[in-house]
């Protein structure tokens, strides 16, 4: 635009342009298909919680893979960065799955989505085993107590005494993904609520800045099958029981505010990329650094049927699982394929040795 | 392997020792350390020259049970399994009794002196030896006699066939070059068990070990580590293994040479990434995530973990993601069987997952293809998007082969229909399952393509050509059709059959097509069917789908028998499946004891079947 003192010319009255990140792209870039959920189901507010947090951080949208299982849960990687790569793989193994692509390609940012039958059920072994690798990736349950695709039968996380829909109870103790996580060494664990849009937000870009595997376990209520009077996974239940741990605040690494945070009330915590996580005081003392307070917290709140939210566990260093393979700065799906293969040399130096 | 026909040898004159052909059976016991004894009474007659093959069957556990390790020597080169035995080294009180009936008249029986009371035959040369006397000599401490009293019989064997000490020496001096004591008191041991039955024992009357130099140049090596070595030399570049025997060593193999031959020259970092996963599901879950990601990626099992796998084989099917499975096939579920032969996956992995579904099979049929076919499994994958299977078998994969050393790989790595940005730029356009080429295979972008076209969604079912989602009936059969025509150029890219005929040139009424571990009983069973008058054409199947050349094969042939080791003739039902009108013709020959292939077996039944024909 030049600078000229010229009068400009009457101007069309400017439309409002939509807000840029630091990529300059608008929220749209970070959209996917349409959503063919049931209206209301708490999966799609998640899915809005992605599409601002992806956006807001600046994340190219070609850098990430986005990873799912099998459910209505699983179906969203469709409802987001359509400009990614995704991966709607099998009920229970997107945890495998996606600890494969991270091997293949350490650089992108991995997004799995699943849900509590998907995680908890039958991929939990995968999910275990996947928290001890500790790939890069943003793992999100979306859990609704039960299996909604399969039309509402109980999972392992409804909680005990909850009815399912036609009255039944649940007699079982749940399984508590985020203890289990701690357990298994994950360097980030939180629990959040697809209706607390602002907490899951501050949450997903905390994620996106971990460097391994960051778990987030989001209560997000089916309308269809889990809605009830006597579900501990409703709206109703969860907005009335939803307890935060603490306020969760994300400074993101290319934004240098300083402010001085009162060490009595608020707790910083720097990741892997220079980001930091403010988290502020509420009522309870409480050091999500400390891995033993955060199980306490988790057993207490299992025991007492407590719904706290907020940022469970944080271990910002944990090593990646491309660390513990070393590997390069060049993905091995890219490699060039003469790196590949060991001379001719080498073949009759191996030959030698079995003659 | 020379045309000559060892059965000739049998027409020597009675009182001359036969020369170089000679299977000898040693009964121990698991876990006693007599593996190291008998891989060195291989290795010295191998030093002299002579082709030699060696066949260890171990039970299902770790120690205890009773194992044989069988070495034959044969100057025509066969190396196939050997029904009848000429000398047995029986140390085993518990098979001793099954030991010696299983001996034909004639035998020679090496038995160890405790077991003396079992030698009742008279129709066999018995000799006893006192292996614990001799060994009490040389060393005091029982752990270590017990390993070392099988070098003894190295010895012993060694005097009576008239293997070169020298070359014992050798073979010692190989196995424990990391352990000059070690060495030593084995070296000693054998030495003492010569030197007792040079003064005690007269030579063979009936066979003889005679140097030649057939093996000069030559290699030994087990399937397993060939395959290894494939992987390694192919590319791959993403391993997720679970271990299971016996295809724990492809992959422990491999993990040996990635780490000492796949490291970046620049920057010193690995150029693959490997994960022992939690189970089946995980590996094949891992290399499908890392196919789709990019990488060249495989994974080694055997039967159990290919039931697991069967779901996400199938997703990779219809996403169209490039894995490779090596199945080193065993016997069924559980326990029992685990470490026998079997060809019994084939049906199974050709059809494996739900929905419709075949997958190519590479049947390597030598140490040699082991490696090939192991490379070009990863090339395969990435030009056809699909999942391929290696399928070897336990005598295949864990026994000693002998071979010439493998080739460099000629044929460049081949990432097949990757589009990058910059050809994505350049053709303008991108759908992912569209048949852009007539041959069934789409082009794929990777995850990280920066091209505004590159990215798009990956479902198993229920896609357009655009990968977007469908439901639509023509849209799922189009994908279907198309899948076909990809299979059928799966047919054209297959490494090709080995036709052997019988009078070249010319074409016998007989054929028979077997793959894999049969081959050597296949072609040891064609010279003695040959002596006998019988002329058999041999088409050697190196892959599944087939393609012209068996079809061709097949209608050519008033009759072909098909050899497999497995009960439910799973080849042949594919055969029949692929050339119904030809379904009559088709007949098995089918090995399922257990116990690797032998060519007298074949034989037998070959024959039985014509002569009911009334043809032999
Ligand atoms: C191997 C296999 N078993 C069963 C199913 C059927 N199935 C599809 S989704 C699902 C449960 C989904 O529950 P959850 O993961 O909680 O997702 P939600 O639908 O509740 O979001 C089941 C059992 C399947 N797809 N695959
Ligand atoms: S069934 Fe439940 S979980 Fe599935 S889309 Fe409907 S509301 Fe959501
Ligand atoms: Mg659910």
């Known amino acids: 635009m030049s600078h000229e003192a010229a009068a400009p010319p009457a101007a069309p009255k400017p439309t409002k342009a939509p807000a840029l990140n630091r990529l300059s792209l608008d929220l749209k870039a970070y959209k996917g298909a349409n959503s063919t959920l049931c209206s209301g189901c708490g999966h799609d507010s998640i899915t809005n919680a992605i599409i601002k947090s992806f956006f807001e951080y600046g994340v190219e949208p070609h850098r990430v893979a986005k990873l799912s299982g099998i459910g209505c849960s699983s179906k969203t990687t469709a409802y987001f960065l359509s400009r990614s790569h995704g991966f709607n793989s099998v009920h229970g193994r997107m945890a495998a799955v996606a600890t494969g692509s991270n091997m293949a ?240 040399t080498a073949l009759a130096e191996i030959m030698e040795t079995f003659k | 392997m020379s045309e000559a026909s060892p059965t000739s040898s049998e027409s020597q004159s009675a009182n001359r020792p036969r020369v170089n052909d000679v299977t000898i059976s040693v009964a121990t016991s698991n876990g006693t350390g007599s593996q190291s004894a008998n891989l060195i009474l291989m290795r010295s007659i191998f030093n002299m020259g002579i082709p030699v093959g060696a066949k260890n069957m171990f039970p299902s556990n770790i120690q205890g049970l009773p194992t044989w390790f069988t070495v034959r020597a044969s100057a025509a080169g066969w190396s196939g399994r050997r029904r009848l035995i000429d000398l047995c080294v029986a140390m085993n009180e518990e098979s001793v009794v099954d030991d010696i009936a299983q001996l034909p008249p004639g035998a020679t029986l090496v038995l160890h002196k405790s077991l003396e009371k079992y030698a009742q035959r008279t129709d066999l040369v018995v000799h006893v030896v006192p292996f614990d006397d001799l060994v009490s000599g040389l060393v005091k401490e029982p752990k270590l006699s017990k390993l070392v009293v099988n070098m003894i019989y190295v010895g012993v064997v060694a005097h009576l066939f008239a293997i070169d000490m020298k070359e014992v020496e050798r073979a010692i001096q190989r196995q424990f070059s990391k352990k000059a004591s070690a060495a030593k008191i084995n070296l000693d041991a054998a030495t003492v068990g010569h030197v007792w039955a040079e003064a005690n024992l007269p030579q063979s009357a009936t066979h003889r070990l005679e140097r030649m130099s057939a093996t000069d140049g030559k290699i030994i090596i087990e399937g397993n580590q060939a395959t290894a070595l494939g992987l390694v030399f192919g590319g791959m570049t993403v391993l997720g293994w679970y271990p299971i025997t016996p295809s724990s060593s492809v992959a422990e193999v491999t993990i040996d040479y990635l780490s000492k031959y796949r490291k970046d020259p620049e920057t010193g970092k690995p150029t693959y990434a490997v994960i022992q996963a939690e189970d089946e599901l995980a590996s094949m879950a891992i290399v499908v995530g890392a196919g789709w990601a990019g990488a060249r990626a495989a994974t080694a099992t055997s039967g159990p973990g290919i039931s697991l796998m069967g779901e996400l084989v199938g997703l990779a099917y219809f996403a169209e993601i490039p894995a490779v499975i090596v199945d080193v096939q065993r016997m069924g579920p559980s326990t029992g069987l685990p470490t026998r032969v079997s060809q019994g996956d084939i049906f199974s992995a050709y059809h494996l997952s739900h929905g419709d579904g075949k997958h190519p099979l590479l049947l390597p049929g030598n140490v040699r293809e082991c490696f090939e076919f192991a490379a070009e499994s990863l090339d395969l994958a990435e030009r056809l998007q699909t999942v391929i299977f290696v399928m070897l078998d336990l005598d295949l994969g864990m026994n000693l082969w002998s071979s010439d050393p493998f080739e460099p790989i000629a044929k460049p790595i081949d990432r097949g229909k ?199």
């Open chain 1, 105 to 344: 390609n350490h650089t992108l940012l991995n997004i799995g989505v699943s849900g509590d039958g998907d995680t908890a059920s039958i991929g939990l072994g995968h999910f275990l085993h996947m928290v001890r690798r500790n790939p890069q990736l943003v793992y999100l349950v979306e859990n609704n107590g039960c299996y909604g695709l399969t039309k509402g039968q109980f999972s392992a996380t409804a909680d005990k005494g909850s009815l399912q829909k036609g009255g039944a109870v649940n007699r079982m103790d749940p399984i508590d993904i985020c203890a289990l996580a701690i357990e298994m060494g994950c360097g980030f664990v939180a629990r959040s609520f697809s209706g607390d849009a602002k907490q899951l937000n501050q949450l997903l870009k905390a994620a996106i800045a971990h460097k391994g595997t960051a778990l987030i376990d989001v209560v997000s209520p089916c309308v269809t099958f889990n809605n009830h009077e006597g579900s501990t996974k409703s709206y109703p239940y969860a907005r009335a029981h939803e307890e935060l741990i603490h306020e969760v605040g994300f400074v993101p690494f290319f934004e240098e505010i300083s402010v001085d945070y009162d060490a009595g009330t608020t707790q910083v915590v720097e990741l892997h990329d220079h980001s930091k996580v403010v988290l502020k005081k509420l009522e309870r003392d409480y050091d999500p650094t400390n891995r033993r307070q955060a199980l306490e917290l988790l057993s207490h709140a299992q025991e007492n049927q407590l719904f706290l939210t907020g940022l469970v566990y944080l271990d910002p260093s944990m090593p990646s699982m491309a660390e513990q393979l070393d590997l390069g700065s060049e993905p091995l799906a890219t490699l060039p394929a003469e790196k590949l293969r060991p001379s001719p």
């Open chain 2, 418 to 616: 990757v589009l990058d940005e910059a050809q994505l730029a350049k053709v303008g356009s991108f759908a992912r399952y569209k048949d852009v080429d007539g041959d069934g295979i789409p082009y794929r972008t990777i995850p990280g393509n920066p091209h505004p076209l590159a990215a798009y969604f990956t479902r198993g079912t229920g896609h357009t050509e655009a990968a977007t989602y469908s439901e639509k009936a023509q849209d799922w059969k189009g994908n279907l059709d198309r899948l076909t025509r990809k299979f059928d150029t799966a047919r054209t890219l297959m490494p090709r059959p080995v036709l052997k005929a019988a009078t070249p040139g010319q074409v016998a009424e007989i054929g028979v097509i077997a793959f894999g571990s049969s081959d050597p009983a296949v072609e040891e069973s064609r010279a003695e069917l040959a002596s006998q008058g019988m002329a058999i054409d041999y088409l050697r199947l190196r892959a599944l789908p087939i393609d012209r050349e068996v079809r061709e094969f097949i209608e050519a042939h008033r009759v072909v028998y098909v050899v497999e080791q497995n009960r439910d003739a799973q080849l042949a039902s594919i055969l029949k499946a692929e050339l119904p009108e030809r379904a009559t013709a088709l007949r098995s020959v089918l090995l399922y004891s257990g116990l690797p292939a032998d060519a007298q077996s074949v034989t037998e039944d070959i024959v039985r079947q014509e002569s009911k024909e009334g043809r032999a």
